[in-house]
T-cell receptor, first 113, second 109 residues
Framework: DGGITQSPKYLFRKEGQNVTLSCEQNLNHDAMYWYRQDPGQGLRLIYYSQIVNDFQKGDIAEGYSVSREKKESFPLTVTSAQKNPTAFYLC????????????FGPGTRLTVL | DAKTTQPNSMESNEEEPVHLPCNHSTISGTDYIHWYRQLPSQGPEYVIHGLTSNVNNRMASLAIAEDRKSSTLILHRATLRDAAVYYCIGKAAGNKLTFGGGTRVLVKP
């Protein structure tokens, strides 16, 4: 089955620790994205990548970092510089054509204690 | 991306149609209108998109006003599985999506 996987589904960390969220896709998509969602709110774009070894900041990139070494993988690191990291994190991918639909993973719920 | 305005919530009875409005008065001539929906504790899923003409697919229909300042997503027969938050997005060519608050749809049995 083709799709996007995110792991783990739930993640707990202590304040001040960096944490890396995994996102893998086997859809052969060029573009990948990370979003953050807070309770009752819409999604906000953190980072996106349109091709391997290249990525751009989204609307709320501060305190986060990404890498795109392989087409299939786009891990997100939540650093200790992120002031309020507790949130639901969603990864998505799309074929790199205008107006192509984005396919989303199941999300990782991060709680920082 | 064009700014969109949607009602916070709507209720419907099961098996009845649901009409979800979206205002996008600042939309440009090349911005597409996209709809996604998000079930509780899941990632969003694509529903439909269009530019000028009305569009239909297996999930829904999209009716776009002639002046393109508004559109309506139509779920023809709501089921309990259609209870979700529906997001309307006015999207310029390219891959970035800008999500607003969406409309929470409640389907009553």
């Amino acid at each position: 089955d083709g799709g996007i996987t995110q792991s783990p589904k739930y993640l707990f960390r202590k304040e001040g620790q960096n944490v890396t969220l995994s996102c893998e896709q086997n859809l052969n998509h060029d573009a990948m994205y990370w979003y953050r969602q807070d309770p009752g709110q819409g999604l906000r774009l953190i980072y996106y990548s349109q091709i391997v070894n290249d990525f751009q900041k989204g609307d709320i990139a501060e305190g986060y970092s990404v890498s795109r070494e392989k087409k299939e993988s786009f891990p997100l690191t939540v650093t200790s510089a992120q002031k309020n990291p507790t949130a639901f994190y969603l990864c998505a991918s799309s074929a790199d054509r205008p107006n192509n639909e984005q396919f989303f993973g199941p999300g990782t719920r991060l709680t920082v204690l | 991306d064009a700014k969109t305005t949607q009602p916070n919530s709507m209720e419907s009875n099961e098996e009845e149609p649901v009409h979800l409005p979206c205002n996008h008065s600042t939309i440009s001539g090349t911005d597409y209108i996209h709809w996604y929906r998000q079930l509780p504790s899941q990632g969003p899923e694509y529903v439909i998109h269009g530019l000028t003409s009305n569009v239909n697919n297996r999930m829904a229909s999209l009716a776009i006003a002639e002046d393109r300042k508004s559109s309506t997503l139509i779920l023809h027969r709501a089921t309990l599985r259609d209870a979700a938050v529906y997001y309307c997005i006015g999207k310029a060519a390219g891959n970035k999506l800008t999500f607003g608050g969406g409309t929470r749809v409640l389907v009553k049995p």
